[in-house]
Protein backbone atom coordinates (compact mmCIF):
# COMPACT_ATOMS: atom_id res chain seq x y z
CA UNK A 1 0.00 0.00 0.00
CA UNK A 2 0.92 3.17 -0.81
CA UNK A 3 -0.12 6.94 1.28
CA UNK A 4 -0.44 10.25 -0.29
CA UNK A 5 -0.41 13.11 1.55
CA UNK A 6 -1.01 16.28 0.11
CA UNK A 7 -0.46 19.68 1.48
CA UNK A 8 0.66 23.38 0.71
CA UNK A 9 -2.79 24.39 -0.19
CA UNK A 10 -4.35 27.65 1.01
CA UNK A 11 -5.87 31.15 -0.38
CA UNK A 12 -3.51 33.37 -2.95
CA UNK A 13 -4.51 36.03 -4.62
CA UNK A 14 -4.94 36.17 -8.53
CA UNK A 15 -1.13 36.56 -9.86
CA UNK A 16 0.10 35.08 -6.82
CA UNK A 17 1.72 31.35 -6.71
CA UNK A 18 1.78 28.55 -4.38
CA UNK A 19 4.00 25.26 -4.43
CA UNK A 20 1.59 22.25 -3.29
CA UNK A 21 3.46 18.61 -2.00
CA UNK A 22 2.60 15.18 -2.45
CA UNK A 23 4.59 12.77 0.15
CA UNK A 24 4.25 9.19 -0.51
CA UNK A 25 5.06 6.41 2.56
CA UNK A 26 4.40 2.73 2.88
CA UNK A 27 5.64 0.62 -0.01
CA UNK A 28 7.04 3.54 -2.60
CA UNK A 29 8.56 0.89 -4.94
CA UNK A 30 7.93 0.85 -8.55
CA UNK A 31 6.17 4.04 -8.24
CA UNK A 32 6.28 4.82 -12.16
CA UNK A 33 4.15 7.96 -12.70
CA UNK A 34 2.46 10.98 -10.31
CA UNK A 35 0.48 13.27 -10.95
CA UNK A 36 -1.73 16.48 -10.09
CA UNK A 37 -5.41 16.38 -10.26
CA UNK A 38 -7.82 19.15 -9.69
CA UNK A 39 -11.60 18.99 -9.17
CA UNK A 40 -13.62 22.82 -8.89
CA UNK A 41 -17.09 22.53 -7.16
CA UNK A 42 -19.74 21.59 -9.48
CA UNK A 43 -17.19 19.93 -12.57
CA UNK A 44 -15.47 16.77 -12.84
CA UNK A 45 -11.48 15.85 -11.84
CA UNK A 46 -9.52 17.09 -14.25
CA UNK A 47 -5.66 15.98 -15.10
CA UNK A 48 -3.78 19.11 -14.52
CA UNK A 49 0.06 17.79 -15.15
CA UNK A 50 2.13 14.48 -14.91
CA UNK A 51 5.70 13.18 -14.38
CA UNK A 52 7.22 9.49 -14.97
CA UNK A 53 10.04 8.02 -13.14
CA UNK A 54 11.87 9.42 -16.30
CA UNK A 55 11.01 12.67 -15.78
CA UNK A 56 9.30 13.02 -18.70
CA UNK A 57 5.86 15.98 -17.81
CA UNK A 58 2.82 17.08 -19.39
CA UNK A 59 0.44 19.43 -18.71
CA UNK A 60 -3.22 21.08 -19.55
CA UNK A 61 -3.47 23.42 -21.73
CA UNK A 62 -5.00 25.65 -19.50
CA UNK A 63 -1.57 25.50 -17.05
CA UNK A 64 0.86 25.10 -19.49
CA UNK A 65 3.10 27.55 -18.85
CA UNK A 66 2.52 28.40 -15.50
CA UNK A 67 2.51 25.22 -13.97
CA UNK A 68 5.55 23.15 -12.68
CA UNK A 69 5.42 19.82 -11.83
CA UNK A 70 8.60 18.07 -10.21
CA UNK A 71 9.68 14.51 -8.02
CA UNK A 72 12.21 14.13 -5.88
CA UNK A 73 12.58 10.64 -5.85
CA UNK A 74 14.99 11.22 -2.45
CA UNK A 75 12.11 12.63 -0.22
CA UNK A 76 9.48 10.41 -2.09
CA UNK A 77 7.42 13.65 -2.40
CA UNK A 78 6.04 15.08 -6.16
CA UNK A 79 5.93 19.12 -5.92
CA UNK A 80 3.72 21.43 -8.00
CA UNK A 81 4.80 24.80 -8.14
CA UNK A 82 1.71 27.49 -9.32
CA UNK A 83 2.67 30.40 -10.64
CA UNK A 84 0.12 33.28 -12.09
CA UNK A 85 -2.71 31.73 -10.16
CA UNK A 86 -6.55 32.88 -11.71
CA UNK A 87 -9.60 32.40 -10.26
CA UNK A 88 -10.31 29.71 -12.79
CA UNK A 89 -7.58 27.41 -10.86
CA UNK A 90 -9.28 26.90 -7.58
CA UNK A 91 -10.34 23.73 -6.61
CA UNK A 92 -9.33 21.00 -4.62
CA UNK A 93 -6.04 19.42 -5.90
CA UNK A 94 -5.37 15.85 -5.87
CA UNK A 95 -1.81 13.77 -5.65
CA UNK A 96 -1.97 10.07 -8.01
CA UNK A 97 0.36 7.79 -8.21
CA UNK A 98 0.73 5.07 -10.19
CA UNK A 99 2.47 1.81 -9.04
CA UNK A 100 3.62 -1.55 -10.61
CA UNK A 101 3.96 -4.75 -7.93
CA UNK A 102 3.27 -8.55 -8.69
CA UNK A 103 2.51 -7.38 -12.14
CA UNK A 104 -0.42 -5.05 -11.65
CA UNK A 105 -1.05 -1.46 -11.48
CA UNK A 106 -1.92 -0.33 -8.80
CA UNK A 107 -3.54 3.30 -8.51
CA UNK A 108 -3.62 5.60 -5.34
CA UNK A 109 -4.87 8.98 -4.51
CA UNK A 110 -4.23 11.74 -1.83
CA UNK A 111 -6.80 12.98 0.55
CA UNK A 112 -6.83 16.26 -1.73
CA UNK A 113 -5.60 20.29 -0.69
CA UNK A 114 -7.68 22.74 -1.45
CA UNK A 115 -6.42 25.94 -3.43
CA UNK A 116 -8.65 28.96 -3.61
CA UNK A 117 -7.46 32.12 -5.88
CA UNK A 118 -9.61 35.17 -4.78
CA UNK A 119 -9.54 38.80 -4.33
Known amino acids: QVQLVESGGGLVQPGGSLRLSCAASGSIFNIYFMAWYRQAPGAQRELVAS???????NYADSVQGRFTISRDNAKNTAYLQMNMLKPGDTAVYYCQALQLRDGRHFVYWGQGTPVTVSS
Open 51 to 57: ITSGGIT
